[in-house]
């Protein structure tokens, strides 16, 4: 089962609390996210916090849509896929670390299992890409909004 993974970081005109709040707001991610068509929670927590949400995210081969589960932490986010359609697991992790006042670096790992035949190069791009587009529109979501 192939499995690929891309990791990038940027920093963003915004406090590491405006960037939690951003990229806990997962209903909003077709807001930002290229690919990302549908996103809806399923279950908060008390606090509000999602635990689990639905998505439906465009791709080469058609429509995806999957499940995930999070995990809260005071400096970033993290989720695991509970099911989905072409993915077969989906592992992922905003780290957010405070680089000054107004100033955070957002580190986006994400890791994909699949069964689709395509070329290693082929998925190491679209992985890539995937995590670049998603850095860019959320840095444009966080500064835009100034």
Sequence with gaps: MPTDNARQA???AADLDTVLVT???VGSQPEWIPTIKEAEVDEA???GLPRTARFAASTAVGTDRYTLAYE???EGLSWSMVEGRLQTGQEGRYTLERLDPGRTRVTYDL???HNLPLPGFLRSRVIKG???ETLKG???RL???R
């Design 72 to 74: 809260h932490a005071p």
């Design 45 to 47: 927590d008390a606090s």
């Design 23 to 25: 990229i806990r707001d």
């Design 138 to 140: 959320l840095r444009s």
């Design 111 to 113: 890791t994909i299992h």
């Design 10 to 12: 940027i920093e963003v």
């Design 143 to 145: 500064e835009g909004a």
């Design 130 to 132: 995937l995590v670049d």
